[in-house]
Protein backbone atom coordinates (compact mmCIF):
# COMPACT_ATOMS: atom_id res chain seq x y z
CA UNK A 1 0.00 0.00 0.00
CA UNK A 2 1.08 3.50 -0.79
CA UNK A 3 1.88 5.56 2.18
CA UNK A 4 -1.51 8.01 1.81
CA UNK A 5 -3.37 4.75 1.81
CA UNK A 6 -1.06 3.43 4.93
CA UNK A 7 -1.98 6.70 6.29
CA UNK A 8 -6.24 6.36 5.89
CA UNK A 9 -5.81 2.86 7.28
CA UNK A 10 -3.99 4.69 10.32
CA UNK A 11 -6.86 7.13 10.59
CA UNK A 12 -9.54 4.76 10.66
CA UNK A 13 -8.16 2.91 13.58
CA UNK A 14 -8.34 6.01 15.46
CA UNK A 15 -11.79 6.65 14.36
CA UNK A 16 -12.57 3.20 15.36
CA UNK A 17 -11.08 3.11 18.52
CA UNK A 18 -13.19 6.20 19.79
CA UNK A 19 -16.62 4.40 19.44
CA UNK A 20 -16.96 1.43 21.58
CA UNK A 21 -16.36 -1.55 20.08
CA UNK A 22 -20.40 -3.20 21.21
CA UNK A 23 -21.69 0.19 19.47
CA UNK A 24 -19.54 -0.70 16.10
CA UNK A 25 -20.06 -4.12 16.03
CA UNK A 26 -24.10 -3.71 16.07
CA UNK A 27 -23.79 -1.36 13.44
CA UNK A 28 -21.43 -3.26 10.77
CA UNK A 29 -19.78 -6.58 11.88
CA UNK A 30 -17.19 -8.38 10.10
CA UNK A 31 -19.08 -11.48 9.67
CA UNK A 32 -22.09 -9.56 7.61
CA UNK A 33 -19.26 -7.30 5.88
CA UNK A 34 -16.98 -8.95 3.49
CA UNK A 35 -15.20 -5.98 2.32
CA UNK A 36 -14.96 -5.17 6.33
CA UNK A 37 -13.23 -8.75 6.78
CA UNK A 38 -10.81 -8.51 4.15
CA UNK A 39 -9.83 -4.94 5.76
CA UNK A 40 -9.27 -6.30 9.08
CA UNK A 41 -7.87 -9.83 8.23
CA UNK A 42 -4.65 -7.92 7.44
CA UNK A 43 -2.77 -4.39 10.05
CA UNK A 44 -0.54 -3.36 7.38
CA UNK A 45 1.57 -0.31 8.67
CA UNK A 46 5.12 -0.75 8.08
CA UNK A 47 6.79 2.36 7.56
CA UNK A 48 4.00 4.82 9.65
CA UNK A 49 5.54 5.89 12.93
CA UNK A 50 2.90 5.05 15.66
CA UNK A 51 2.41 7.30 18.55
CA UNK A 52 1.24 5.42 22.11
CA UNK A 53 -2.09 6.40 20.87
CA UNK A 54 -2.03 5.05 17.83
CA UNK A 55 -0.64 1.33 19.37
CA UNK A 56 -3.60 1.73 21.53
CA UNK A 57 -6.35 2.25 18.76
CA UNK A 58 -4.80 -0.69 16.64
CA UNK A 59 -4.78 -2.90 19.85
CA UNK A 60 -8.36 -1.63 20.65
CA UNK A 61 -9.37 -3.21 17.36
CA UNK A 62 -7.09 -6.05 17.34
CA UNK A 63 -9.14 -7.03 20.40
CA UNK A 64 -12.15 -6.46 19.14
CA UNK A 65 -11.58 -8.38 15.55
CA UNK A 66 -9.18 -10.76 16.62
CA UNK A 67 -10.93 -13.83 15.46
CA UNK A 68 -10.34 -12.42 11.74
CA UNK A 69 -6.49 -10.85 11.69
CA UNK A 70 -3.63 -12.95 9.98
CA UNK A 71 -1.45 -10.80 9.31
CA UNK A 72 0.16 -7.96 11.20
CA UNK A 73 3.13 -5.60 9.70
CA UNK A 74 4.09 -3.11 12.03
CA UNK A 75 7.92 -3.26 11.03
CA UNK A 76 10.02 0.35 11.30
CA UNK A 77 7.04 2.02 13.42
CA UNK A 78 9.19 2.98 16.30
CA UNK A 79 7.05 0.70 18.46
CA UNK A 80 8.81 0.66 22.33
CA UNK A 81 7.46 -1.38 25.17
CA UNK A 82 5.08 0.96 25.57
CA UNK A 83 3.48 0.98 22.31
CA UNK A 84 3.71 -2.77 22.63
CA UNK A 85 1.67 -2.72 25.80
CA UNK A 86 -1.49 -1.96 23.47
CA UNK A 87 -0.73 -4.18 21.32
CA UNK A 88 0.04 -7.25 23.22
CA UNK A 89 -3.65 -8.44 24.87
CA UNK A 90 -5.02 -8.21 20.93
CA UNK A 91 -2.25 -10.27 19.34
CA UNK A 92 -2.98 -13.04 22.17
CA UNK A 93 -5.98 -13.80 20.72
CA UNK A 94 -5.61 -14.11 17.17
CA UNK A 95 -6.04 -17.46 17.22
CA UNK A 96 -5.45 -17.24 13.03
CA UNK A 97 -2.13 -14.90 13.25
CA UNK A 98 -0.01 -16.23 10.14
CA UNK A 99 2.63 -13.61 10.60
CA UNK A 100 3.81 -11.19 12.91
CA UNK A 101 6.43 -8.51 11.90
CA UNK A 102 8.23 -5.98 14.61
CA UNK A 103 11.65 -5.59 12.65
CA UNK A 104 13.29 -2.20 12.92
CA UNK A 105 11.16 -0.56 16.22
CA UNK A 106 12.53 -0.07 19.99
CA UNK A 107 11.52 -3.20 21.88
CA UNK A 108 13.32 -4.22 24.56
CA UNK A 109 13.76 -7.36 26.38
CA UNK A 110 10.48 -5.79 28.97
CA UNK A 111 7.90 -7.85 27.09
CA UNK A 112 9.88 -10.87 25.52
CA UNK A 113 8.11 -12.86 27.74
CA UNK A 114 4.83 -11.94 26.87
CA UNK A 115 5.81 -11.91 22.95
CA UNK A 116 7.02 -15.64 23.80
CA UNK A 117 3.62 -16.43 25.12
CA UNK A 118 1.51 -14.69 21.93
CA UNK A 119 3.71 -17.41 19.80
CA UNK A 120 2.71 -20.14 22.35
CA UNK A 121 -0.96 -18.82 21.71
CA UNK A 122 -0.80 -18.59 17.70
CA UNK A 123 1.51 -21.46 17.27
CA UNK A 124 -0.74 -23.60 15.79
CA UNK A 125 -1.38 -20.47 12.92
CA UNK A 126 1.93 -18.72 13.22
CA UNK A 127 4.26 -18.75 10.21
CA UNK A 128 6.15 -15.88 10.47
CA UNK A 129 7.76 -13.72 12.72
CA UNK A 130 10.36 -11.25 12.71
CA UNK A 131 11.86 -9.04 15.58
CA UNK A 132 14.84 -8.39 14.34
CA UNK A 133 16.55 -4.93 14.73
CA UNK A 134 15.01 -4.22 17.90
CA UNK A 135 16.92 -3.66 21.24
CA UNK A 136 16.19 -7.07 22.36
CA UNK A 137 19.37 -9.06 24.14
CA UNK A 138 21.04 -12.32 23.13
CA UNK A 139 18.70 -13.78 26.62
CA UNK A 140 15.68 -12.21 24.94
CA UNK A 141 15.83 -14.09 21.54
CA UNK A 142 16.71 -17.16 23.67
CA UNK A 143 13.61 -16.65 25.53
CA UNK A 144 11.77 -16.19 22.08
CA UNK A 145 13.59 -19.09 20.51
CA UNK A 146 12.55 -21.76 23.36
CA UNK A 147 9.14 -21.13 22.70
CA UNK A 148 9.01 -21.13 18.95
CA UNK A 149 10.81 -24.61 18.19
CA UNK A 150 7.57 -25.82 19.14
CA UNK A 151 5.86 -23.80 16.26
CA UNK A 152 6.73 -26.82 13.49
CA UNK A 153 5.56 -24.47 10.74
CA UNK A 154 7.35 -21.35 12.28
CA UNK A 155 9.99 -19.48 9.41
Known amino acids: PSDAD ?6 AF ?3 SEQTAAAVE ?8 PTLLKVLSRVYLSGVHLTPADC ?3 GDVINVHHEVISEVDLSYCGIDDDC ?3 LSTGLGQCKK ?12 DCHV ?7 QQNCA ?3 RIDTTGNDISVQGYACLHSTTHMCSQLQ
Open 125 to 127: SLE
Open 26 to 33: RVVSPKQS
Open 6 to 11: KQAYLL
Open 97 to 108: LKKLDLQGNKLT
Open 84 to 86: YHH
Open 14 to 16: RVY
Open 113 to 119: SHMAKVI
Open 56 to 58: QAI
